[in-house]
């Protein structure tokens, strides 16, 4: 027999992606994913460029034209990118390092912008690399300079064309099909509150806008041409913003400190929304950004700011003697706010590339303190409105406890008085008609559920890990057990001796653990617990396991999740065979974004569950045959050769679970 040969590993086996060939292989790890969202990223990558040479105070006036549906241009009157060779890359241009490799820029350093939303270099490159064709044109040194690009690769050498006076950058590129899929195209209505927000966000810098006509259909409310232009930056938007609707304050409260030490600045705008009969409207907003970056996850500028208008308004409670203003929270304040908040800081930190979330600690504190005097003096200045505001943020305060105090009291049972476990995010909805209790394994998948999850009906209680087995460990064990003592306290009905269904405070428990093997044990440990001590509950139809998925994959516009290895194999070898798929493993609940989570695994519009059910019951009600109880015992137990027996005999027949 000839032996069969194995594949050896050596340097030949080593792959080296060079240029921009990671971008393109991986395009998720630079921007996120190839969804809408992603392929809209790409203009604010050239966008922030050019304010960024606004804001360093080198240009006045940028364009944005979409031309057709894949293709932008956006142009600028800055400085214009350098087109003379790089010292480091011989007969290269400067023009040519930028936009084919990656880490490459004028933003490592304070000497060219003091703030950029460039952080990492790689905004202008990786947009070259996504696009099938990229049409550069620069005016600086008396000339213009053109360079042609496709795909991340130079398609023509960088030629000096006409003189001229003009100076500035002009970058057009349409978005690559092979990346995106045919169907991606970009919304103009996107494409323009984008440009509108670049221009409130860079006091007096004048954005103009055009979009082919043919683009804008009948239901989009959006110019073919106009000029933004706010010379008073937020203040300007927001009063524009809010110029037809109730409010508390006579005038927007706004202003622009700069850091400690020149290490930046913040700008803010805000004011309090009414409606007609001077209650809490509906229409409030709260905006942040940093470097002229939407912030749409936050971060500590949004933190540092909220800290500082509560404090201040319960501070003006204080000086004024009304003991109420103790008992405002956040959450009351910013109850019917609208708000901007941007900052300009150095040196930036944010979460993913797409930087959704300022995570710098510090600006926390530099964005406190520069709002706590002004505002201060705001309120201060005007007894009359300050009151009023006061008044206005205790009543939202009162209501906001009194619904507390109703809820409380509903959610327990009448017999028995029982302070939940602090871990457990519970839901609001009286009664338990469509309420949900989710028993989640970890404290990180716990964190992703709470924020994924339906507040109104849907609770949320994380596990430490593996919980007790119930079957093979005596009663003093259980008794001792904090955390299962915990789940009967919370479900409210009891256990098997002293079950009153009436008490019942969810009408569904589901058990959601990671797609993985030690996640079917946590589930197979629950179950036996429930078996034990509430099989009432299972025979009434309310306890499920939750199926998450495997996978994400994600082909153009097109994404689906995959269940299992099998489902994934089948795929890959068929419908999306030699086609560029981006494949992302989940390898636990806790690794899923929120969004995801709540798609997969939470929502009863998308998701699947499993309903975990028994045979029928015998004739007293009650009891489970003797062949059940046997059964668990042993599949339980001590004995591991029972398990597996009975896994032989009897995996063949798994099959459509869902419901």
Known sequence: MAEEKQHSYDASDIQVLEGL???????????GGTDEKAWHHLPIEIMDNSIDEAVAGFAKKITVRLIDSKTIEITDDGRGIPVDEHPKYPGKSALEVILTTLHSGGKFNNNVYKTSGGLHGVGSAVVNALSSEMDVTISRDGYEW???FSRGLPTTKMTRGAATRAHGT?????????IFGTAAVFKPVKIYRMARAKAFLSR???????????LITGDMDIPTETTFYYPNGVADFLEEKTKDKPKILPRIFSG????????????????????????????????????????TDGGTHES???????RGIKAYGEKVNNKSAANIIGEDVFDSVAAIVSVFYKTPQFLGQTKEKLSNPEIARYTETALRDPWEMFLASDPKTANALLEFVINLANARIRVKQVKEVARKTPTKRIRMPAKLADCSKHGIAGTELFIVEGESAGGTAKQARDRATQAIMPLRGKVLNVISNSDERFGNNKELNELIDIIGAGTAKNWDENKLRYEKIIVMTDADVDGSHIASLLMAFFYQFMPQLIYGGHLYLSCPPL??????????????????ENLTNGKYKNKRVEISRFKGLGEMMPNQLKETTMSPKTRKLIRVELPPKTDDGMEDTEKTRTIVSELMGKKPEFRFRFITEHAQFVKDLFV
Do not use: H
Request: proline share 4%; glycine share 8%.
């Open 21 to 31: 060939e990671p971008v393109r292989l991986r395009p998720g790890m630079y921007i």
């Open 146 to 148: 053109n360079q042609k």
């Open 170 to 178: 002009k970058i057009k590129f349409t978005i690559d099909d092979e």
């Open 204 to 214: 007096g810098v004048k954005i103009d806008w055009y979009c082919n006509p043919e």
């Open 256 to 295: 622009s400190v700069d850091f400690p030490d020149g290490v930046g600045r913040v700008e803010w705008a805000l004011t309090f929304l009414t409606d007609e009969n001077g209650a809490a409207s509906d229409d409030g907003f709260f905006a942040s950004y940093c470097n002229t970056i939407a912030t």
């Open 304 to 310: 540092g700011f909220k800290s500082a208008i509560t």
């Open 551 to 568: 996978y994400k994959l994600t082909y153009g516009t097109e994404s689906i999740y995959v269940d299992t290895d099998e489902e994934l």
